[in-house]
């Protein structure tokens, strides 16, 4: 079976979760990594998209997950339910399930801040979030032997 890394964004600000793909993909495709990339609507629905795939054991190839998004600050506390809920979504799949995980869901104030984040130009999140999986990833095997 084949080792792969799932790239999970939310399509919400579609351009910015594009960017951010962008650096995912570069800096996989520089490891020579071979990946799969779904979208779904916010950063909300990641945790429930990755622990749906990260559940067919039998079948699923992925020894990483990668997840991609920008959560965007407005006039009420849904900026505040979101980027929450979608980190403590990812922090108990990664506790509770033991999967490798990178989080590049960006939660910032403006869309300058954003783009400044994404930018494969600029802090390249997208990269990191790369990086940050893998490295759960060579942790699990050094531990396990598979990181799956």
């Known amino acids: ?3 792969k890394i799932l790239l999970v ?6 351009d ?17 990594l071979k990946y799969d990339r779904i979208s779904v609507p916010g ?4 945790p429930s998209a990755i622990a749906t795939i990260s559940q067919q054991k039998s079948t699923n ?9 920008c959560v965007i600050r407005g006039e009420t506390s849904h900026y505040d339910i979101v980027s929450n809920e979608s980190a403590r979504g990812l ?5 509770d399930k033991g999967l490798a995980i990178g989080n590049g869901i960006l939660t910032v104030d403006n869309a300058d801040q954003a783009w400044a984040r994404a ?15 893998l490295s759960i990833v060579r942790l699990k095997k050094s531990i396990y032997g598979d990181p799956r």
Do not use: H, T, W
Not at 43 to 46: C, G, M, Q, V, W
């Open 1 to 3: 079976m084949e080792n």
């Open 9 to 14: 964004d939310a399509d919400f600000y579609k």
């Open 16 to 32: 910015i979760a594009d960017e951010l793909v962008r650096g995912a993909v570069r800096q996989l495709e520089e490891k020579n």
């Open 43 to 46: 950063a909300l629905e990641i």
């Open 61 to 69: 190839p992925y020894v990483g997950y990668v997840a991609l998004g």
């Open 91 to 95: 922090m108990n799949l990664g506790i």
């Open 119 to 133: 930018s494969i130009r600029k802090k390249n999140k997208g990269r990191d979030a790369v990086l940050a999986c």
